[in-house]
Nanobody
Framework: QVQLVESGGGLVQPGESLRLSCAAS????????MAWYRQVPGKQRELVAS???????FYSDSVKGRFTISTDNAKKTLYLEMRNLKPEDTAVYYC??????????WGQGTQVTVSS
């Protein structure tokens, strides 16, 4: 069974940075094909960034140029480096498979709050 544990969120001011981590465990986890999602209360979860085939990246328009997705294969850990954070980045962030037909069980997520 796959377990995903997100961490690294917090309260920051606009313009600041955060690095999120996602520790993945379980023999079925493909750390070279993972994604970050975020969800705001009352809205659908949205794809923020993904990594497939170990090096092909995708970023949503709202985070392109500010967020960077990466992995540490040896540690089975996924990262999301977030720079120049904006209030609209406030959300609960989750990691999971980038393929909606092959999602793992969702973790608890990590809260990111950007506010002055």
């Amino acid at each position: 069974q796959v377990q995903l544990v997100e961490s690294g969120g917090g309260l920051v001011q606009p313009g600041e940075s955060l690095r999120l981590s996602c520790a993945a465990s379980g023999t079925l986890v493909r750390i070279n094909a993972m994604a970050w999602y975020r969800q705001v209360p009352g809205k659908q979860r949205e794809l923020v960034a993904s990594l497939t085939r170990g090096s092909t990246t995708f970023y949503s328009d709202s985070v392109k140029g500010r967020f960077t997705i990466s992995t540490d294969n040896a540690k089975k850990t996924l990262y999301l480096e977030m720079r120049n954070l904006k209030p609209e980045d406030t959300a609960v962030y989750y990691c999971n498979s980038p393929f909606t037909s092959a999602l793992y069980s969702w973790g608890q997520g990590t809260q990111v709050t950007v506010s002055s």
